[in-house]
């Protein structure tokens, strides 16, 4: 939300000549929604630059479906905390499904954080999520 951010990210990308296609901005859910309109108008500068954008610790905060359907982002990221509780019930396990469905009806890759667990990438492979974070 910094001001110059735009300006320093393009220097930056200047002086270590990577080619900004290969850059990904992770943004909290909070930040999209406590500064939306500003938000936006960086995200949309970011994309004409050719970066990616993803919202990081999907599900932790305010996960406003209105907001997220308007927000011009590539990638979903589900919080560690949803994917520690997915095998624990069949509940957790279909919230976790909820939220992956939910990512791809919008257009979104879907990343599943904090992986740690062989059982954890098989539901996660069952239930559709398309890449994984984590130390497996």
């Known amino acids: 939300m910094k001001n110059d951010f735009l300006d320093e990210l ?12 290969h850059v990904e901005i ?11 309109e500003k938000a936006i108008m960086c995200i949309d500068k ?4 050719g970066i990616k954008i993803a919202i990081d610790d999907f599900g932790t905060g305010y996960s406003s479906l209105s907001y997220l359907n308007n ?5 979903l990221k589900i919080d560690k905390s949803f994917i520690d509780k ?28 904090g992986v740690e667990e062989e059982r954890q990438l098989e539901t996660l492979r069952e239930i559709g999520c398309d890449f994984i974070q984590g130390f497996i």
């Open 71 to 75: 927000f011009p982002a590539n990638i």
């Open 86 to 113: 997915m095998n624990m019930n069949e509940s957790s396990k279909q919230y976790v499904a909820a939220i992956i469905s939910i990512g791809h009806i919008m257009g979104f890759d879907v990343i599943s954080e």
């Open 10 to 21: 393009k220097e930056i990308l200047n002086e270590s000549g990577l080619a900004s296609d």
């Open 46 to 49: 970011l994309h004409e630059m």
């Open 26 to 36: 992770e943004i909290t859910e909070s930040i999209m929604i406590d500064s939306a």
